[in-house]
């Protein structure tokens, strides 16, 4: 959709989004200011549609009554109330059937109804005689405050005394520069001026009026006393109501104006796929992850040792507590957990160590600060907060994800056939043994000795059987842990890896639920709020 094409329902549904998304980072004023107009703006959509409102603005002495009867044709504003100056909102109506409802919401209480139109164009028409915005009375000021904002179109009323007025200028008339389409300027009682001071004084006033904001707006010059000029500004009001698009042209301004006010977001880039691992790395360290998966290593070589040993020292290493069991998250462990709940399964890992909180704020918050690194302030802000919100949860969220995680905790399939091996050889050597002992003390006890007998030839000729038996048992037990010890670092490496990856995977199921996603959630309501000023502005 090109800017131009954009619809008031678009831009009212986009400052509703603005509101909405930008909650708690756009000011509370502003943002008070864009519920109280979409509130607005759904009012005066809702009632007499067909109707036209046009408030007559001016200060004081600017004749805005008088002007409001020259163009009704009668002394409406004097004949219905009898006041010097303008305390109360009077509405004249032409063709008032559903106006009610619509003055009720005005809060105009007098009004006066009128048959013959301002223009033939107008159709329903409201012409509301407003009070002097420079009024010493608040009370008066803050009906013509209220009204500025609520009728459809503007029509300021000045005097050649004070046409430059700042007060009304600065305060009134520049604040509503986005209302060109729907703004008449009128110089009053021109018949004050020399003929020949008039086309500078309406060239002033253009250029002033311009200075606010509002080069497109109609300055036109008349007098209420004389009545010149009367037709021209009635031909004009006469436009704006046969347009009947004084109502939206006026809510599109004003949505424009607030939405021009709103800050932007900044830029918000996509999620850096390298921060996100770089976060999970910091935080899976500070987690442990090394740790749990250097006892997985050790735990690896310490059971190995044990099963394909050499069995009359292997027996040594089940003096030694297992790493994993330390950690809570041995086998035996993890092995009869499978009916338990597992969201209420906790390692025995020590707590978070003051450098381990330490690295995990750090990583949460640089990883906040690089993806916030092109808001504005109270995004940013909002971003970091949203990262933050999860250093309570990430200790426990961490424990739980590495007591959860399948560590490849199972011993070798190997091990049992080196293991059969090993207590073989034993069994072999301590036959040998048996059979020297035997041959050595039977014959003190009157039996025959056993029979040793020995190698016939080759390089081993002359040596006792028995003995080559208890040697060989030796050599093959130390050479089969030797060869086992080998094996089982290459195992328990690569296991160590494996439960890195592993616990890694689980860390980050963590942190992309607990950080990555508050951020990106933040950023995409960054750039929803930028994508909606858009549409609101245009």
């Known amino acids: 959709m090109s800017a131009s094409k954009a619809t008031l329902d678009e831009r009212i549904a986009a400052l509703r989004e603005v509101t909405e998304a930008g909650a708690g980072r756009i000011p509370s004023a502003i943002a008070d200011e864009a519920k109280t107009l979409l509130q607005q703006a759904e009012a ?35 004949a219905h109330v009898r006041r010097p100056t303008t305390s109360q909102a009077l509405a004249v109506t032409w063709d008032a059937t559903g ?95 020399a003929a020949s001071d008039r086309a500078s004084v309406v060239a002033s006033l253009q250029s002033i009026v311009s200075r606010d904001g509002l080069p497109r707006a109609r300055v036109l010059s008349v007098s209420a006393r004389t009545l010149e000029g009367i037709d021209a500004l009635r031909a004009a009001i006469g436009d704006l109501a046969a347009a009947r698009k004084a109502r939206d042209a006026r809510l599109t301004a004003d949505v424009q104006t607030l939405a ?20 999970r790395d910091e935080v899976g360290t500070a987690a442990g992850v090394d740790v749990v998966a250097t006892a997985v290593a050790s735990s690896y070589r310490k059971r190995a040792g044990q099963v394909t040993g050499w069995p009359l020292v292997s027996w040594i290493g089940r ?133 040793i ?23 093959v037990g130390v050479l089969l842990g030797l060869i086992s010890a080998a094996l089982s670092a290459l195992n328990a490496g690569a296991r160590r890896r494996r439960t890195r990856r592993r616990l890694l995977a689980s860390v980050d199921e963590v942190v992309q639920r607990d950080v990555v996603a508050p951020v990106a959630a933040e950023l995409d ?12 502005r245009r």
């Open 44 to 78: 005066r959509r809702s009632r007499s549609p067909e109707h036209t409102v046009v408030g007559v603005f001016g200060a004081t002495g600017s004749g805005k009554s008088s002007l409001v009867n020259a163009l009704v044709g009668d002394e409406v504003a004097k």
């Open 99 to 193: 106006a009610a409802d619509l003055l009720d919401w005005l809060q105009i209480r007098e009004r006066v109804e009128r048959t013959e139109p301002v223009d033939p164009r107008a159709g329903k028409l409201v012409l509301v005689d407003l009070p002097d915005v420079d009024s010493i009375e608040a009370g008066n000021r803050a009906i013509a405050e209220r009204l500025a904002g609520q009728v459809d179109a503007l029509l300021w009323v000045v005097d050649p005394q004070k046409y430059a007025d700042d007060v009304l200028h600065a305060q009134f008339i520049a604040p509503h520069a986005k209302h060109a389409a729907v703004t008449l300027v009128v110089l009053n009682q021109v018949d004050l001026l």
């Open 260 to 279: 021009a006010r709103i800050d932007d977001p900044g830029s918000a880039p996509r999620l850096d796929a390298r921060a996100s691992v770089r976060v």
């Open 319 to 451: 003096l030694r507590a297992d790493p994993l069991t330390r950690l809570g998250l041995g086998p035996r462990r993890r092995g009869s957990d499978k009916n338990s709940d597992p969201d209420v399964h906790r390692t025995s890992m020590p707590l978070l160590s003051a450098g381990a909180q330490a690295t995990l704020s750090l990583a949460v918050r640089s990883f906040a600060d690089i993806a916030a690194s092109g808001l504005a302030g109270p995004w940013k802000a909002a971003v970091r907060t949203a990262a933050e919100g999860a250093l309570n949860r990430l200790p426990a969220d961490l424990d739980l994800a590495i007591a959860r995680t399948p560590l490849p905790a199972k011993g070798s399939w190997w091990w049992v056939i080196v293991g059969i091996v090993q207590w073989f050889a034993i069994v072999i050597g301590v036959g040998g043994a048996l059979w020297l002992v035997g041959a050595s003390l039977l014959p003190t006890f009157g039996m025959p000795a056993l029979l």
């Open 453 to 475: 007998p020995r190698v016939e030839d080759g390089p081993l000729e002359g040596w006792a059987i028995p003995t080559l038996l208890i040697i060989a048992a030796v050599l």
């Open 525 to 536: 309501r960054a750039r929803a709020v930028t994508a909606a000023l858009a549409v609101a």
